[in-house]
T-cell receptor, first 112, second 115 residues
C-alpha cells in the first residue's frame, strides 16, 4: 500500500519560532510536494522537489523553505513562524512526472 | 492563467439523493482533469480522472465527463450514502516550463449526507 506520512497531526507554535514539518514516503517516488489548505482557497502549492537536493518554488513560497537530503524525506521549514501561517499543511508524492499524487494525512499548524 | 472554479458548499442531501457538484476550468490546451476526495481527518485521495475531451472518469459510483465545449468536469452520483460525506476537490494538471507536473485545485465543496 502507498504510504505518505507526516510527522505530526497537530502542532502549536509561537510567533517567531522555527518550525519543521516532516514528510516521509515509502514508495521510492521521485517527486514530492508541499501544499497548504485554507477554507475558501483550496490547496495551494508551496514548494516541490523532483529529486534529492532539487527543488522548485510553487505558487506561494514566501516565508517557507524546504529541504530534501534523502529521496524519501521532504521537509518544510518556517524560518520564523507568523500567525498568517496557521493552516493545514499537506504533503504529497508521485512516482514520475505524469502520475497521480498520493497525499499524507496533513498537519494542522497553529501559530499563536 | 490556469484555474478551477467549483460550486460553493456545503451541499446537503438526504441518503439516496442524486448528487451534482459543478466544476469549470480555465486553461490553455486540454489539461487532464481530476476529482479528489478528502474524508474527515484524512489527506486527499484520487477519486477519478479524465485525460482527454469526452473521456468519462468513474469510481465508486461517481462519474464525471470531460466537456471541452463547456470547459466543465461536473461530478455526479446517482444515489449518495452517508459515507460519501466529505470534501470534494476538482483539479487540473498543468506543467511547469521545466516539464514537471503541478495540480491546480478548486476551493473544494463539502458534501453532507444525512440518513
Amino acid at each position: 500500500d502507498v504510504k505518505v506520512t507526516q510527522s505530526s497531526r497537530y502542532l502549536v507554535k509561537r510567533t517567531g519560532e522555527k518550525v519543521f514539518l516532516e514528510c516521509v514516503q515509502d514508495m521510492d517516488h521521485e517527486n514530492m510536494f508541499w501544499y497548504r489548505q485554507d477554507p475558501g482557497l483550496g490547496l495551494r502549492l508551496i514548494y516541490f522537489s523532483y529529486d534529492v537536493k532539487m527543488k522548485e518554488k510553487g505558487d506561494i513560497p514566501e516565508g517557507y523553505s524546504v529541504s530534501r537530503e534523502k529521496k524519501e524525506r521532504f521537509s518544510l521549514i518556517l524560518e520564523s513562524a507568523s500567525t498568517n501561517q496557521t493552516s493545514m499543511y499537506l504533503c504529497a508524492s508521485t512516482p514520475e512526472r505524469y502520475n497521480e499524487q498520493f497525499f499524507g494525512p496533513g498537519t494542522r499548524l497553529t501559530v499563536l | 492563467g490556469n484555474s478551477v472554479t467549483q460550486m460553493e458548499g456545503p451541499v446537503t442531501l438526504s441518503e439516496e439523493a442524486f448528487l451534482t457538484i459543478n466544476c469549470t476550468y480555465t486553461a490553455t490546451g486540454y489539461p487532464s482533469l481530476f476529482w479528489y476526495v478528502q474524508y474527515p481527518g484524512e489527506g486527499l485521495q484520487l477519486l477519478l480522472k479524465a485525460t482527454k475531451a469526452d473521456d468519462k472518469g468513474s469510481n465508486k459510483g461517481f462519474e464525471a465527463t470531460y466537456r471541452k465545449e463547456t470547459t466543465s468536469f461536473h461530478l455526479e452520483k446517482g444515489s449518495v450514502q452517508v459515507s460519501d460525506s466529505a470534501v470534494y476537490f476538482c483539479a487540473l494538471r498543468r506543467f511547469t516550463n521545466t516539464g514537471f507536473q503541478k495540480l491546480v485545485f478548486g476551493t473544494g465543496t463539502r458534501l453532507l449526507v444525512s440518513p
